[in-house]
């Protein structure tokens, strides 16, 4: 960095779902939405249509599916430590 300049912060948005305006500011944290999701049964359902063996291509457009589906703001590293236990237990049926 510049000797002067000043350092960028990023700042999350906050969220703008009408039910989170109306509840508690924990509505929509990263640490809900993935527990949400977590329940959802839509992690299991990707290990299970892929087989337990996907690439970074079908990774992307399950994240993409996540914000689409209104889980955002969450931890996409948190999702894909789900996703791997998941695909031990799917791995542990065969």
């Known amino acids: 960095m510049k000797k002067g300049t000043k350092a960028k912060t990023v ?4 969220c703008t779902k009408e039910e989170c305006k109306k509840a ?3 509505c929509c944290s990263k640490e809900s939405n993935l527990k949400k999701l977590a329940k959802s049964g839509k992690l299991e359902s990707f290990v ?4 337990a063996c996907w690439d970074h291509q079908s990774w992307l457009v399950l994240c993409a599916e996540i914000v689409e589906d209104g889980y955002e703001p969450i931890d996409f ?3 894909g430590i789900i996703l791997e236990n ?3 237990n799917f791995l ?3």
């Open 11 to 14: 700042k999350a948005a906050t």
């Open 24 to 26: 508690s500011p924990e």
């Open 48 to 51: 299970k249509k892929n087989k």
């Open 77 to 79: 590293d948190q999702v």
């Open 86 to 88: 998941h695909k031990t």
């Open 92 to 94: 542990g049926q065969i």
